[in-house]
């Protein structure tokens, strides 16, 4: 067994254990916003696998594609674990920035 | 099996989990579930393109990863009020 097989399997196995937590932690959680940390674990899990991908295949056609693909999940991640908490926040408390306005009004009144 | 196909059979009942998030929780925790999901379904893609040594595979990755992002992102938009 190579250098190459036994770094992508770890790298593998990694990825893997990541991903299986994230939904232990999808479960085991209880409000929304906990749950919506696990989202950005599990594109990390991603990520590691793309890199076992790559340390097998080297820079091939199918390890560039599984490279963007875990750059791209971990990229965007945080935008869509934001946007996400947001919209939780918004549906639960409103919008703040209309309570930020009327507080402005109330001052100046 | 290789190792490959071996790892994709086990993250693949974890959809099951997520799918069952999805019918039976609350709609923001569904949402957060529907984004796990849609990792977890990128990462399988992802695995079984290199177990099968099957490349359209990993080009579909590259897609659902991109849609999945855009879906996510519009139903959190539409989660704020409509849903």
Redesign the interface.
């Known amino acids: 067994m190579s250098w190459r097989e036994v770094l992508a399997?770890v790298l593998?196995?990694a990825?893997?254990a990541l991903?299986?937590l994230?939904?232990l932690g999808?479960?085991a959680m209880r409000s929304?916003l906990d749950?919506?940390h696990?989202?950005g674990l599990?594109?990390f899990?991603?990520l590691l696998?793309?890199a076992a991908?790559l340390v097998?295949?080297s820079f091939s056609?199918?390890g560039d594609?599984?490279l963007?693909?875990g750059a791209?999940?971990v990229l965007?991640?945080p935008?869509?674990v934001h946007?996400?908490a947001?919209?939780?926040r918004?549906?639960e408390h409103g919008d703040w920035r209309h309570q930020i306005e009327r507080h402005a009004e109330e001052e100046g009144e | 099996m290789n190792e490959w196909e071996l790892v994709a059979a086990i993250l693949a009942p974890a959809l099951l989990v997520c799918g069952a998030v999805c019918a039976l929780a609350s709609p923001a925790d569904g949402l957060v579930a529907l984004e796990l999901a849609g990792t977890i379904t990128t990462t399988v893609l992802m695995l079984l393109a290199e177990g099968l040594r099957r490349q359209p595979f990993i080009d579909l990755a590259v897609v659902f990863a991109v849609l999945s992002l855009v879906g996510a992102l519009v139903i959190a938009r539409l989660l704020e009020h409509d849903l």
């Open positions: 399997t593998l196995v990825g893997c991903e299986l994230a939904v999808l479960v929304t749950r919506v696990y989202v599990a594109a899990g991603a696998v793309a991908i097998r295949e056609l199918i594609k599984a963007l693909t791209l999940l965007f991640g935008v869509l946007t996400t947001r919209s939780v918004i549906r």
